[in-house]
Structure formats: C-alpha cells, structure tokens
C-alpha cells in the first residue's frame, strides 16, 4: 500500500527505528565493531519468473550501543540459478541503520533500514548482459551472542519496487571486536 509515493511499511520501519534512537541513551553498551559472514537463500521474481541463486554475503558495522547502529552489506551469488538455459546471478549491495532490543542477557532482536542496490546478470553462451535497480530496503532479525561471537538469522527485502521482489533470508555468523 502507498502513500503520496511512499510504502507504508517502510513508514512503519522508519518510525520504530527512530523509536529505537530514543532508547539510545536508557542502555549504554559500549561502541562495538562487527563483522558478519554468511550465507543467503535468495529469491529474485520478476512476475515471470523466479530464480534463487545461493549468496553468501558480508557485512561490516558499527553498534553505538545496544540500540543503535550502522552497517553496509554486500552479497554475491555462489550457485547461480538457471532458466531457460540462461545462467543468472545476483549481487546486492546494503547500506543500513540498525534497531535492536535486547531480548534475554545474550540475544536481541533487530530491524535494518537502507538503500540497496540489486543487480542481475544473466550469461549465455559467452554473452552476458547486466541490470540493476536502487530501492530501500528493510530487515528483520535475531541474533544469539556467545562472548564476542554471536549467530544471526534474518528476512531482508532488497528490492520490492516496479514488479521485481528480491528478498532473502541470511544465516551469519557475527564476530565483535
């Protein structure tokens, strides 16, 4: 559903991630790196077709503190995914701010919002041709700590504008230092 132009979960996304930087101050964990690699079961549907070439994906980010944080994300395809003959893969590129709620003494839960960058390559026959699009996209997630390490689960949908959804749920692996 749209609003004068804007999706109404992503309104929705943006107002609680705000919420969030108001708790900012209530739960003063110290500035943490991370870093996090992992895989994704992606799903790239045009309307027409739907491909789910295999990534595996990086992050590097920056908690200000148990609340608040930033992050960048880029994700390539390790098994490309074939239709018609065609051989496509999918690279994904995510800038974010991150939202979390401690849930328990080693867990939290979490919400990404951000600019993405979706491209597809489709190769056949030595030839290969390129698109890519540029949209917000959200996540959600959870992560379970142990120490400085930390497993992640989470949906995050890339794209979701002019008839294409690319969406993906990624399991990771988090390293704080």
């Known amino acids: 559903m749209q609003i004068r132009g804007f999706n109404i979960m992503k309104i929705i996304i943006a107002g609680i ?3 969030f930087i108001s708790f900012a101050a209530s739960a003063q964990e110290g500035p943490r790196t991370y870093w996090t690699l992992g895989g994704s079961l992606l799903s790239f549907d045009d309307g027409f077709d739907t491909i789910n070439p295999i990534q595996v994906f990086g992050r590097l980010g920056y908690d200000f503190n148990a609340n608040v944080g930033i992050g960048a994300e880029l994700g390539f395809s390790l098994i490309e995914d074939e239709v018609l003959g065609v051989d496509f893969d ?13 849930v328990g003494e080693d867990a939290k839960l ?31 997630g959870y992560e379970k700590s142990s120490g400085a390490s930390a497993f992640s689960i989470d949906y995050i949908i890339y794209n979701d504008n002019t008839g294409v ?12 230092f």
């Open 17 to 19: 991630l705000a919420s």
């Open 90 to 102: 999918v690279t994904t590129t995510f800038f974010y701010l991150k939202g979390s709620i401690p």
């Open 110 to 140: 979490y919400a990404m919002i951000g600019p993405t960058n979706v491209e597809l390559t489709g190769s056949f026959g030595g030839i290969s041709a390129s698109a890519d699009d540029d949209d917000t996209g959200i996540g959600f």
């Open 165 to 176: 959804d690319v969406t993906a749920i990624n399991l990771g692996f988090v390293n704080y």
